[in-house]
Nanobody
């Protein structure tokens, strides 16, 4: 069964940096799109839509939300089925649970498999 495991969350002061990593395994077909989504503290309940942060396709094309553009950078290693999110200039409003996502089907972002999430807290 497809599996995604995230790492790298934690507590950081405003203006600081963190890198999130995610490793995919047991996918039966090549992964088309990998990405990161998040849920804010007041939205952490089952069924609440996750907000897109950034996605990257096999060809390297990327999409970023306006909220993180210029501060976050997504990268991917296709051979290892890993995706990373470099987060710079972090703000308190970036505090959220960050979820890794991967999809074997070309159908737009937000479908496919999900990791269990990793907490990012930005606070002084």
């Amino acid at each position: 069964q497809a599996r995604l495991v995230e790492s790298g969350g934690g507590l950081v002061e405003p203006g600081g940096s963190l890198t999130l990593s995610c490793t995919a395994s047991e996918f039966t077909f090549p992964i088309v799109r990998m990405g990161w989504f998040r849920r804010f503290p007041d939205m952490v309940r089952e069924g609440t839509p996750r907000e897109l942060v950034a996605t990257i396709k096999t060809d390297g094309s990327t999409v970023y939300s306006d909220a993180v553009k210029g501060r976050f950078s997504i990268s991917r290693d296709n051979a290892k089925d890993t995706v990373s999110l470099q987060m710079n200039a972090l703000k308190p409003e970036d505090t959220a649970i960050y979820y890794c996502n991967a999809d074997m089907v070309e159908r737009g972002p937000g479908f496919g498999s999900w990791g269990r999430g990793t907490q990012v807290t930005v606070s002084s």
